[in-house]
């Protein structure tokens, strides 16, 4: 029996549960979600597309922040909180690609080291997504829980290196306070993809993986001065 494109993208797949979640995320996506005549989501099918996202996700190995992501429990009842929803979907990519990115870099691969430049341009960010906050609708208890998952995120952003999953805890918690208020926090989210770029361009080169003795194999001999060559010889 012949294999269908169909069958061929599930094979495909990749190995990592959160590798394979995402690329399977963003193909229903593109089957599922409708737009209406100003390119904005509606709301009934990113509430469909959550639907089938919940329905899938006991057979991936998620973490704790992608499965709060995909199963929020705010309505999507409106183009913002739809806006919103979609957008912290596609940010968990950003954030798994930010640390694949790292993994090939550095041994520890969950941290990143951001040059201090960036690292002001982030504040700035966090400062101008605490207003959006603030002034959104949210009540005193979600907005304090915001604000003490920022301010982690904050104190993590002053040490050397700065843990990744400290901004992944930020974004997913501000992505799914989503409801009523969500047309206000939607400047608040897109926020959070300049600050995962930042993140992306202010980080340094880390240390290299060691070799396996394989690669090593690989590598081209060492150059050999002329006074060795010369020793060589003589």
Same mark, same amino acid.
């Given at each position: !029996?012949?294999?269908?494109?169909?069958?061929?993208?599930?094979?495909?797949?990749?190995?990592?549960?959160?590798?394979?979640?995402?690329?399977?995320?963003?193909?229903?996506?593109?089957?599922?979600?409708?737009?209406?005549?100003?390119?904005?989501?509606?709301?009934?099918?990113? &509430? @469909?597309?959550?639907?089938?996202?919940?329905?899938?996700?006991?057979?991936?190995?998620?973490?704790?922040?992608? @499965?709060?992501?995909?199963? *929020?429990?705010?309505?999507?009842?409106?183009?913002?909180?739809?806006?919103?929803? +979609?957008?912290?979907?596609?940010? @968990?990519?950003?954030?798994? !690609?930010?640390?694949?990115?790292?993994?090939?870099?550095?041994?520890?691969?969950?941290?990143?080291?951001?040059?201090?430049?960036?690292?002001?341009?982030?504040?700035?960010?966090?400062?101008?997504?605490?207003?959006?906050?603030?002034?959104?609708?949210?009540?005193?208890?979600?907005?304090?829980? +915001?604000?003490?998952? +920022?301010?982690?995120? +904050?104190?993590?952003?002053?040490?050397?290196?700065?843990?990744?999953?400290? @901004? *992944?805890?930020?974004?997913?918690?501000?992505?799914?306070?989503?409801?009523?208020?969500?047309?206000?926090? &939607?400047?608040?989210?897109?926020?959070?993809?300049?600050?995962?770029?930042?993140?992306?361009?202010?980080?340094?080169p880390m240390p290299s993986l060691p070799k396996s003795e394989e690669d090593q194999k690989r590598l081209p001999p060492p150059d050999v001065s002329d006074e060795e060559k010369e020793n060589e010889h003589a």
């Amino acid at each position: !029996m012949s294999m269908t494109g169909e069958d061929s993208f599930f094979d495909e797949l990749p190995e990592d549960g959160e590798l394979a979640f995402i690329k399977y995320a963003l193909k229903v996506k593109d089957e599922i979600i409708s737009y209406d005549n100003d390119g904005d989501p509606i709301p009934v099918t990113v &509430e @469909l597309y959550r639907s089938r996202l919940i329905q899938v996700s006991s057979l991936f190995e998620l973490s704790d922040e992608t @499965l709060l992501a995909v199963n *929020t429990n705010s309505a999507i009842d409106n183009w913002a909180s739809a806006k919103a929803y +979609l957008f912290g979907i596609s940010g @968990l990519r950003d954030i798994k !690609m930010l640390s694949e990115s790292r993994k090939k870099h550095s041994v520890v691969f969950e941290y990143v080291e951001i040059d201090e430049h960036y690292k002001g341009n982030i504040r700035d960010l966090v400062d101008r997504i605490k207003a959006r906050i603030d002034a959104a609708d949210v009540g005193v208890e979600k907005r304090d829980s +915001l604000f003490g998952k +920022l301010n982690l995120f +904050l104190n993590e952003l002053d040490k050397s290196r700065t843990k990744l999953t400290a @901004l *992944t805890a930020a974004f997913v918690q501000v992505s799914g306070a989503v409801g009523e208020a969500a047309e206000k926090l &939607e400047p608040a989210i897109e926020l959070f993809e300049r600050i995962m770029k930042a993140v992306g361009y202010g980080s340094k080169p880390m240390p290299s993986l060691p070799k396996s003795e394989e690669d090593q194999k690989r590598l081209p001999p060492p150059d050999v001065s002329d006074e060795e060559k010369e020793n060589e010889h003589a």
